[in-house]
């Protein structure tokens, strides 16, 4: 490896570390821990609107706290591409 592209190599091994931990992936799967369907929220800690399976694959497409503090996304269906809604962050584990 050349010494340009190492340092390259470098730099951007930085600048993934220095990113938040949820900003590097959008693939994400359900991860319940109660072991029952995942809620959907209409905003995050809104008014629930559907469900989804633990298992399931979603596309996280923003992040956002609400009002209290906690982590929410903004989901939409991985295979599809549907938004769905939003979910509480701590319960999609993303990759």
């Known amino acids: ?7 390259a190599a470098a730099a951007f091994t930085a600048l993934i570390a220095a990113a938040p931990a949820g ?3 959008t693939r994400c799967r ?11 929220r209409d905003q995050p ?3 629930i609107i ?6 399931r694959l979603v596309t996280r497409l923003r992040s956002r706290d609400d009002e ?8 939409a269906d991985r295979d599809t591409g549907e938004p769905l ?6 319960f999609i584990a993303c990759f």
């Open 1 to 7: 490896m050349t010494r340009r592209a190492a340092i």
């Open 23 to 25: 900003a590097q992936s």
């Open 30 to 40: 359900v991860m319940d821990p109660t072991g029952t369907p995942l809620n959907i």
């Open 45 to 47: 800690n809104g008014v």
């Open 50 to 55: 559907g469900s989804v399976r633990n298992g």
């Open 68 to 75: 209290r503090g906690r982590p929410w996304s903004y989901v």
């Open 85 to 90: 809604g939003w979910v509480y962050r701590e």
